[in-house]
């Protein structure tokens, strides 16, 4: 069975999923294809490309140079209305007494860390979980392998907010996460001690522990702004004399929008030298409109379900159709109208990354190289952007492996 869920941003205070049943797809079968879905992996996505030098690549797409950057909230969506006085739970769901003494055992836990969390007198009982309530002290001073070992545990349980949906980056990148943030050394050490790795991210969960400790209002202001950055990228199409115009055109005016960028490229065509093109101006309107920007603040009932799926299933329509806000309705297009690919996903092919339990967690288009259009998150704090197709996993960390699936339109 194959299921939805999309974590919520952390600065959201609700869970924001549904979880569906989606018992027609053939999933199966498009799982025992994935080998023909070339380089759909952790490295890369789409045929392989030429790389002529970094950030360059080369394929039927043309030659596209790209300049990474990183994104933050606008002022207006930072808030520090947190409740910090709040004590820190963390709920073990499904969690016997002896399975959490096993892996209270066999964390990397200071004796003393140990001694307080191994305290079964101050265990509760709520549900299906077990409850601790570890003091701010204690989780301030947890290690980095302590904060991971516990962390990808509670990150399992959706009350557990701010581990379910931690602040997360790449494995690699810390500089230009934290980089010109304006923060001071104390804050980023800070920060850099709490920081934890988890497959291919580091994560950060610790917010409501830290902030107090900061006394500087613009500080905090400041943490909250670089603690949202999206890693992101800008993406040109290199022109010369002579180019394929025609073999572009092909590939990037699918569904009707041929007629829309065959002028365009025709006229770049014809300057000297050459020169370069923001692909953003070969995407359809929906997903033109929306690159780099938030959604509004919306009390409109049906705003919390404008998620990755949604965003994935209308990039083509030049009317967002709100019928993709349910799931059902997603599984049954997707029945319908499209099919599991075998071999090189293509650009409008949307992605989807499927958890062990065929929880459906993430939906994404395929551009070109290994860049995808992606909403990462169904709070209105999540842009619409471009992304290496590595970035974007990074955000969803496992602990097990997620499979990934592309499908095709079947008019395309």
Not at 54 to 76: R, S
Not at 79 to 95: K, V
Not at 337 to 351: K, N
């Amino acid at each position: 069975m194959l299921t939805q869920s999309e974590p919520a941003a952390p600065q959201a205070k609700l869970l924001l999923w549904a979880s569906l049943l989606l018992a027609a797809l053939a999933i199966g079968y498009a799982a025992s294809r994935l080998r023909g879905v070339a380089h759909l992996t952790s490295t890369g996505v789409g045929p392989a490309p030429q790389e002529t030098h970094a950030g360059v690549v080369t394929g039927p797409w043309g030659t596209l140079e790209c300049t990474h950057i990183a994104i933050e909230n606008p002022d207006e969506f930072i808030s520090l209305n947190h409740s910090l006085t709040e004590p820190a739970i963390w709920y073990f769901e499904g969690y016997s007494p002896q399975r959490l003494t096993e892996l209270l055992r066999s964390a990397d836990l200071k004796p003393e860390e140990r001694a307080a969390l191994m305290d079964t007198n101050q265990w509760k009982k709520e549900d299906n979980a077990i409850c601790l309530s570890p003091s701010k002290e204690l989780i301030l001073g947890l290690s980095a392998p302590a904060r991971q070992q516990l962390y990808s545990v509670l990150a399992e349980d959706p009350r557990n907010h701010y581990q379910f949906a931690a602040y997360r980056y790449r494995s690699d990148g810390f500089q230009e996460w934290f980089d010109q943030s304006g923060l001071t050394p104390d804050v980023l050490a800070s920060v850099k001690r709490l920081l934890y790795r988890w497959g291919p991210s580091i994560c950060f969960s610790d917010l409501t522990e830290l902030l107090p400790t900061i006394s500087s209002v613009d500080q905090q202001r400041r943490l909250l702004k670089t603690l949202s950055r999206v890693s992101t990228l800008v993406a040109r199409l290199h022109v010369e004399p002579g180019a394929d115009v025609e073999g572009l055109v092909r590939y990037w005016g699918k569904q009707g929008h041929a007629k829309d960028i065959r002028p365009l490229l025709q006229s770049l065509e014809n300057v000297p030298g050459g020169t370069d093109l923001d692909i953003a101006h070969l995407l359809p309107p929906f997903a033109r409109m929306r690159l780099y920007t938030y959604p509004f603040p919306s009390e409109d009932p049906l705003a919390p379900h404008r998620d990755c799926f949604w965003s994935a299933m209308n990039f083509f329509n030049e009317t967002p159709d709100d019928r993709f806000c349910d799931f059902e309705h997603t599984k049954e297009v997707i029945r319908s109208d499209y099919y599991p690919i075998q071999g090189d996903p293509s650009y409008g092919d949307v992605i989807w990354l499927i958890a062990a339990n065929g929880r459906a967690i993430h939906a994404a288009v395929y551009l070109a190289g290994d860049i995808v259009f992606t909403k990462n998150g169904v709070h209105f704090d999540r842009p619409w952007v471009l992304m290496h197709f590595p970035d974007m996993l990074a955000l969803f960390p496992s602990r097990e492996p997620l499979r990934t699936v592309a499908y095709r339109l079947k008019t395309s």
